[in-house]
């Protein structure tokens, strides 16, 4: 079973920065895509960024040329950095990893959330 970890949300002004980052702990054979999802109030969550093992990165279209994601693979951490924030990125962050489990089975791991306010 793995857990996911948040961390690094809080409350910026309109144009600040942000880095969130997201530890995983347990055991898994293996820990293949990490991506971050958002959700704001009375929306879907969304999928904002996705890197896979190999590094190869994926982004919402409202993120891009705004945020990176980046991942080491050795301590299965994955990070978002978020740059020119404006109030419509405010949301709860989650972070999600998908694996290969010991027995081989797929699974996939959510955080608990961490909390970005942006002020406009």
């Known amino acids: 079973q793995v857990q996911l970890v948040e961390s690094g949300g809080g409350l910026v002004q309109a144009g600040g920065s942000l880095r969130l980052s997201c530890a995983s702990s347990?055991?898994?054979?293996?820990?293949?895509?990490m991506a971050w999802y958002r959700q704001a109030p009375g929306k879907q969550r969304e999928l904002v960024a996705l890197?896979?093992?190999?590094?190869?990165?994926n982004y919402a279209d409202s993120v891009k040329g705004r945020f990176t994601i980046s991942r080491d693979n050795f301590r299965n951490t994955v990070y978002l950095q978020m740059n020119s924030l404006k109030p419509e990125d405010t949301a709860v962050y989650y972070c999600?990893?998908?694996?290969?489990?010991?027995?081989?089975?797929?699974?996939?791991?959510w955080g608990q959330g961490t909390q970005v306010t942006v002020s406009s």
């Open positions: 999600n990893a998908a694996g290969l489990d010991l027995r081989g089975a797929e699974f996939a791991s």
């Open positions: 347990g055991i898994a054979y293996s820990i293949g895509d």
């Open positions: 890197i896979t093992s190999g590094g190869s990165t």
